[in-house]
């Protein structure tokens, strides 16, 4: 189980701190194998760690001596759709709270100062695994992340991205679209990328279920229908050309090197195949658009009928 140290602690209290936290059960027989590796004065750092009830008091002492100047943990930032779950997960790894994270990210003069707005500062957070310092403050930390999206913004992806016509954000927004679409096959990501910027050229609308789900802010909806389309809402890429206001979720840099290396086509529609693998069937024509509909909904119809209840 994860335990967080809150402050420093040397070792020869840390047996009563863990047994006030309910972490152990006696701290009085810790301490005697503290004074009896003769580490009574080491410090444990606030911080992180990882320990399993079914460890003796040998064990757990050596393992937490082991880490106790690491003071950092690994943060993960991934499968966030807003704002709120972001600060959420951030606050769970460090020190500063979900509130203190949230107000900057939610503040538009916290957000110009890293050149994004409210709805675009998500794009900023890449997912990926970091190391971090448990006492890191709300602002060091969305730092440390403008830090790393500037090292993923290399002079090469920034000409990519001018080569498909899209801003640092709207690369990352039409990412989070592409993800939606697809975060199965991957190595359909690349097609369906290339779909979307061909609608964009074009002038089409983007017609993309998942912006729907988010305009709704009901991600239990898995079957969009005709009455979801008339929401009023920028997310709404029925009703309104080009692209929404901000992602609709933290799209991973499969996605995004996706957009920046789209595949070669002049397609303009998908449609799952009639099948349960997740894959699309592209086309460029309406039309044929339109016949590969009607093999997935009679698919569908027939899959579900056949499906144990």
């Not at 590796?37 to 002492?61: A, F, H």
């Not at 959420?88 to 707005?117: H, M, P, Q, T, W």
């Not at 080569?163 to 939606?180: H, P, T």
Request: glycine share 4%; with cysteine.
């Amino acid at each position: 189980m994860k335990i967080v140290i809150e402050r420093e602690v040397a070792f020869k209290n840390l047996g009563d701190y863990m047994e006030k936290e309910g972490w152990i059960l006696d701290g009085g027989s810790f301490l005697k194998v503290v004074k009896h590796k003769n580490i009574e004065e080491e410090i444990m750092l606030p911080g992180i760690q990882v320990i399993n009830r079914t460890w003796d008091n040998k064990t757990l002492i050596n393992q937490l001596f082991l880490s106790r100047n690491i003071g950092e943990v690994e943060i993960t930032v991934n499968n966030v759709r807003l704002k709120e779950e972001l600060a959420e997960k951030l606050s769970s790894y460090i020190v500063a709270s979900k509130e203190e994270i949230l107000e900057l990210i939610c503040s538009r003069d916290f957000c110009n100062k890293y050149g994004f707005n409210e709805e675009t500062i998500i794009t900023m957070f890449l997912p990926d695994t970091y190391r971090i310092k448990y006492r890191t403050s709300a602002e060091e930390l969305i730092d440390r992340m403008a830090s790393e999206y500037r090292k993923f913004w290399s002079d090469s992806n920034r000409a990519k991205a001018s080569r498909v016509g899209l801003s640092q954000s709207e690369v990352s927004i039409l990412a989070s679209i592409v993800q939606a679409e697809q975060n199965r096959k991957l190595d359909e990501q690349p097609e369906i990328s290339r779909l979307y910027l061909n609608r964009l050229k074009t002038g089409m609308r983007l017609e993309s279920d998942p912006t729907l789900v988010y305009a709704h802010g009901d991600f239990t909806i898995t079957w969009v229908k005709d009455e979801h389309k008339e929401i009023d809402s920028p997310y709404n890429t029925y009703k309104h050309a080009g692209l929404p206001p901000g992602p609709i979720n933290l799209p991973e840099k499969s996605a995004i090197l996706s957009v920046l290396n789209p595949a070669d086509n002049q397609y303009l529609y998908m449609c799952a195949k009639p099948e349960v693998g997740g894959y699309h069937n592209f086309s460029k024509s309406y039309q044929q658009h339109r016949v590969y509909a009607k093999e997935f909904q009679k698919w569908n119809r027939e899959f579900h009928r056949k499906k144990p209840s």
